[in-house]
């Protein structure tokens, strides 16, 4: 059963910055358009950011220009560079495939960003 790994989470201040890496099995990263989610408590999981294969990236309006998704096939690993954090960034950050159905859901990584 195929389940993302995520980590790099944690507690910063308004305007810090954290890494998120995202680790898979096998060639899932290689194979797949890749994306970050969040869920924040109380609202549902909402896309972030993905990548193509080819390594083309979208991001939703609210954290383009501050967040970055980038890939390394190699390591068989997806990334998520996250600047000018802001509260309401504050989340559990899953990533998974981009295309449905998802693969299973892991653990995610909490971001808390304090004011």
């Known amino acids: 059963q195929v389940q993302p790994v995520e980590s790099g989470g944690g507690l910063v201040q308004s305007g810090g910055s954290l890494r998120l890496s995202c680790a898979a099995s096998?060639?899932?990263?290689?194979?797949?358009?890749m994306a970050w989610y969040r869920q924040a408590q109380g609202k549902q999981r909402e896309l972030v950011a993905y990548?193509?294969?080819?390594?083309?990236?979208t991001y939703i309006g609210s954290v383009k220009g501050r967040f970055t998704i980038s890939r390394d096939n190699a390591q068989n690993t997806v990334y998520l560079q996250l600047d000018s954090l802001r509260p309401e960034d504050t989340a559990v950050y899953y990533c998974?495939?981009?295309?449905?159905?998802?693969?299973?859901w892991g653990q995610g990584t909490q971001v808390t960003v304090s004011s």
């Open positions: 998974n495939r981009r295309k449905w159905p998802p693969f299973s």
């Open positions: 990548i193509t294969r080819g390594g083309s990236t």
């Open positions: 096998g060639n899932i990263v290689s194979d797949n358009d």
